[in-house]
């Protein structure tokens, strides 16, 4: 088994949801990535907080065996997010962004930590992303996930960031705004004509496509009655995407599209209760039966090929 | 091989879209339908339509072997639909609905046409599908579609068809409005409760999810470059799925799932261009492309259990 390592933001977020609200509980997507990447591999969290930070939420990480010594606390307060969602939750309203010590973050790696073979780069400016690159020694697999914002304001340095990793994920209208098309396909096609190996476009309750060398793989979400949350959910699908892929310990097509079958399947907890309540106490029986889940729903019961000739050819 | 049967609208449509435009081309839920089935079954279609209907295109349902003998035409003109798609064409926007001689559309069947086993009841009034349902002698499968309408403006009569039929086809927004739920995994266990064996949720390029007795099945959309013109690929899907049934003879839940992949396939080819051009010229070696494509998009590689078991715990 691998080790693996998340770069990213730790946040203090206060949510509210049609099911409930929470204030200045553990989120960001280091926090989210780390805790669903720990399920499978041993991993270091590389972030900054403030002094304000809980050491409740560091026992949080410690109790998943996470290496924290990555975790620097600054002077200030922890980055702080405010938002809320409405009806069937497929958008975040943000009330407040205060960055604080976030602000200043840079990643200086260990050498240890440089040596880590597989990396999530979880959603931070591009610019920081890059830094994080120059200091990885031959990584097996470096996952990258951004979001509107630098398309906006730092396309350039995040089509640097693209240019040298080899799973770029994406939610759907990430795909659209930066390849400047409506069409997934062309989408996804021109992001892997980039660098990646795999291209990951999220589509949230509609599942998830994977654009490859080999070809294409579609994976479905699972389908929940009583989501709480959607918070984290994006960085809980890479943070254990990325740990399963350090699991298996080898980089291929096939393992990746392994690795997207199990980030849907621990995404599909988080969602349920707040924060990272629900993936904290997650049990291996409980993922064994989503991971089925989608087996089951995924199967394409065998045809008889002489069945697909049209009427009067046969 | 087993005889099936589609009821529904034959029109005449003019259609714009980004790609193009077609004035008075082959249109209407039956006409769609039973191309689509007749690659598959001998079809019979049920409809109406006007002395100004171009003999054309009742040649393009005879060149398909359809047997027509259920197409009445009555004085006056033939139904007529108007309308535009936008950007990703996700929405068809109405310029122009005219029922003319559809408006007193009053489906009898002859004594043969009440024994076909295999029948898609295509998006008409919910009172017409009913009439068809009470004409019926033991069906071996009946497919309803509909559309929000119907939902609107007479609710009562489409539960009541609902509670007939074998295989319910809703799209997401119809689902959700019916079932006053935001929550498909809601709408889809409430619509089979009311007496479906199955119920198929259409999500356009988000492909489909079918709820039944054993379970859920998911099926994506085969991802397309160049769509011309999305008309029609719901009654495609529904007409070759029913097709696809007669063709099997068994109206089983692993069969249904072997028709939702055939539908999903065909339902790719009529959007690559106006009208049926795209179905009628349709070889078997095309669809069995797309088949294998679907098959190769959603296989989940073989997973080691042991590699689901959270880390310490091993």
Redo the contacts between chains.
Sequence with gaps: ?AKSMVIGSVALDSVKTPKGEVERALGGSASYGSVAM?????TSLVGVVGQDFPQDHVDTFKKR?IDVSGLKTEEGETFHWSGYYE??MDQAHTLSTHLNVFEHFRPDLTPAQAKIPFVFLANIDPELQLHVCDQLVNPKLVALDTMNLWIDIAKDKLTKVIERVSVLLMNEEEARQYCET?????A?SALLKMGPQSVVIK?G???A?VFQKD??????AI???DIKDPTGAGDTFAGAMVG?MA??GRATE??L??AV??GTSMASFVVENFSLARTMS???AE??GR?DQ????????R?N?Q???????R
């Design positions: 088994m720990s399920y499978f591999a041993p065996g009806g069937n409506q069409n997934l396909m062309e996804g589509k309750a509609d599942g496509l070809g294409m793989f579609t994976i479905p389908p929940l009655r399963y699991r298996l096939d393992n599209r392994r079958v199990i997650l049990r291996g993922l064994e991971v989608l087996i089951q729903m995924t199967k394409i019961p045809l090929r069945t697909l000739d049209p009427i009067g050819s």
